[in-house]
């Protein structure tokens, strides 16, 4: 296979990841060619045991390298909650902020009509299994804040509260250091209805 034909395998296949274009994609294949291989090797090893070793949880969905991910056999985490959040990489992002202790359960998306996601095709069964297995008090649903979010926020509380548990969903409004005069409408009203007494 010729040098040419080779580098363009490698500027197609990373052309395939979200977020990288054309630009990206030939600057990446660059650094690659220029890297010495163990660097390469590296990188295609770690990518191989990624693949290999990472699935999803049993109980959450989150990824786990074992039966059950980090947080489910966490013995120190607060039992009684459930964040219900769309994607493995939410739960990332939650975490991050060290506010919340409680569980997680991902849907694997969110109820997408145009994309004929509908609730059948989340993992809501499951969650409902858990709310029925676990001594769940409260659903925290921390979908994005966008169309198919609060698709799936609604259904969801729907679903839960003739359950008996609790639902609550994430506030949403000004982000910090965000100026008034440049907020949509939307996250302006949100912010006053979810505003706080001091």
């Known amino acids: ?16 990841l979200p977020g990288i274009g054309p630009k990206s994609a030939q600057r990446i294949a660059y650094h690659l060619l220029e890297a010495d291989a163990e660097e390469a090797r590296r990188l295609a090893h770690a990518i191989l045991q990624v693949k290999e070793q990472v699935h999803f949880c049993s109980r959450c969905f989150n990824y786990a390298t074992g039966d059950e991910c980090d947080i489910c056999t966490d013995s120190t ?7 219900v959040v769309g994607e493995p990489r939410d739960v990332s992002a939650i975490e991050r902020t060290g506010s919340y202790h409680g569980l997680y359960h991902v849907l694997g998306g969110v109820i ?6 509908g609730p059948d095709q989340l993992r809501i069964r499951e969650l409902i299994g858990r709310l029925g297995a676990e001594d769940i008090q409260e659903v925290i649903i921390a979908t994005n804040p966008n169309i198919e979010g ?26 910090v250091g965000g100026d008034l005069e440049y907020a949509d409408e939307l996250t302006l009203g949100r912010a006053i209805e979810a505003r706080r007494t001091l």
Do not use: F, N
């Open 77 to 83: 985490r607060d039992t009684t909650r459930i964040c």
């Open 112 to 117: 997408s009509p145009m994309d004929k996601i």
């Open 150 to 175: 609060e698709t799936t926020a609604s259904y969801l509380a729907r679903t839960i509260k003739p359950l008996g548990v609790a639902v609550s969903r994430l506030a949403s409004g000004l982000p």
């Open 1 to 16: 296979m010729s040098a040419d034909r080779s580098l363009q395998i490698l500027l197609d296949e990373l052309g395939r």
